[in-house]
T-cell receptor, first 110, second 113 residues
Framework: GEDVEQSLFLSVREGDSSVINCTYT??????LYWYKQEPGAGLQLLTY?????DMKQDQRLTVLLNKKDKHLSLRIADTQTGDSAIYFC??????????FGTGTKLQVIP | SAVISQKPSRDICQRGTSLTIQCQVD?????MFWYRQQPGQSLTLIAT?????????ESGFVIDKFPISRPNLTFSTLTVSNMSPEDSSIYLC??????????FGPGTRLTVT
């Protein structure tokens, strides 16, 4: 079955870059997502990448995909205190269900 | 994009009772899903709500405990039956209107005492 793994915790200083990593096992994944969840709040879709792409940039966010190694990363440039949250990577095959990673808690130190 | 609303947003229920959660999407969608997020955990898929037929349940979840309805392309309900404290979680409705589109509702925070 699908398995999506993330490191549990990341701490960075305000203004630095954050890199959150994710590995997945399903080679038939079509789309890969990054979601943000702030305390007590719902899920916010940050960005997604199609599996035939290797990079996508959206303002402060850069997504890198290494399909050979089944490795996905999210880089947040100039990290702010408002970026403190839990970040989930997720994968999806076509119209099927979305499988979520374990989540990475990002702590931004002022 | 699609906007999803859920009712209730939160509830405190007694052990042994049942709660029905409603999910409304503001546009017709192909697929609807129900997820559970236990405290401090990631999201786990409970089932796919199929329009006009029985829901498809993931391993570890059964229809008797989590009956689901989907009468049309914009609405679904999830019932948590015979609740126990272990059912205390956030329950999220999700909808997919296209291949990459995946939207989530705000969640229903359930506490069972």
């Amino acid at each position: 079955g699908e398995d999506v793994e993330q490191s549990l915790f990341l701490s960075v200083r305000e203004g630095d870059s954050s890199v959150i990593n994710c590995t997945y096992t399903d080679s038939s994944s079509t789309y890969l997502y990054w979601y943000k969840q702030e305390p007590g709040a719902g899920l916010q879709l940050l960005t997604y990448i199609f599996s035939n792409m290797d990079m996508k940039q959206d303002q402060r966010l850069t997504v890198l995909l290494n399909k050979k190694d089944k490795h996905l990363s999210l880089r947040i440039a100039d990290t702010q205190t408002g970026d403190s949250a839990i970040y989930f990577c997720a994968e999806k095959e076509g119209y099927q269900k979305v499988t979520f990673g374990t989540g990475t808690k990002l702590q931004v130190i002022p | 994009s699609a906007v999803i609303s859920q009712k209730p947003s939160r509830d405190i229920c007694q052990r042994g009772t049942s709660l029905t959660i409603q999910c409304q999407v503001d546009s017709q969608v192909t697929m609807m899903f129900w997820y559970r997020q236990q405290p401090g955990q990631s999201l786990t898929l409970i089932a796919t709500a199929n329009q006009g037929s029985e829901a498809t349940y993931e391993s570890g979840f059964v229809i008797d405990k989590f009956p689901i309805s989907r009468p049309n392309l914009t609405f679904s309900t999830l019932t948590v039956s015979n609740m126990s404290p272990e059912d205390s979680s956030i329950y999220l409705c999700s909808a997919s209107g296209g291949a990459y589109e995946q939207y989530f509702g705000p969640g229903t925070r359930l506490t069972v005492t």
